[in-house]
């Protein structure tokens, strides 16, 4: 099994930055393409951002992307998403996952990290 932990969110004012950072709990994080979705209230998952294990192929949602980069150091077991210009509209609790077997859904997640955008 692997474990992973986010960290970095909290409150923000609108326009400004966070960097959310995902741990993950064994060496073996690197074989895995990760990604990062988030859930309002209210409202479904959706996804915000995916990277390949090696770091390339990021993918992102129309909603975050100019403003927001994925990233990855794999040698510090570590998955990050740097938010700039951040709207009102980012609020939400913001996870990340790890696909283990290619083709299927993302199968383990994180606890999650609230951010919170004030206007």
């Known amino acids: 099994q692997v474990q992973l932990v986010e960290s970095g969110g909290g409150l923000v004012q609108a326009g400004g930055s966070l960097r959310l950072s995902c741990a993950a709990s064994?060496?073996?994080?690197?074989?895995?393409?990760t990604g990062w979705f988030r859930q309002a209230p209210g409202k479904e998952r959706e996804f915000v951002a995916s990277?390949?294990?090696?770091?390339?192929?990021?993918a992102y949602a129309d909603s975050v992307k100019g403003r927001f980069t994925i990233s990855r150091d794999n040698a510090r077991n570590t998955v990050y998403l740097q938010m700039n210009s951040v709207k009102p509209e980012d609020t939400a609790v913001y996870y990340c996952a790890i696909r283990t077997i290619v083709g299927r859904p993302y199968d383990y997640w994180g606890q999650g990290t609230q951010v919170t955008v004030s206007s």
């Open positions: 990277i390949s294990r090696s770091g390339g192929s990021p």
């Open positions: 064994r060496r073996t994080f690197s074989s895995y393409n």
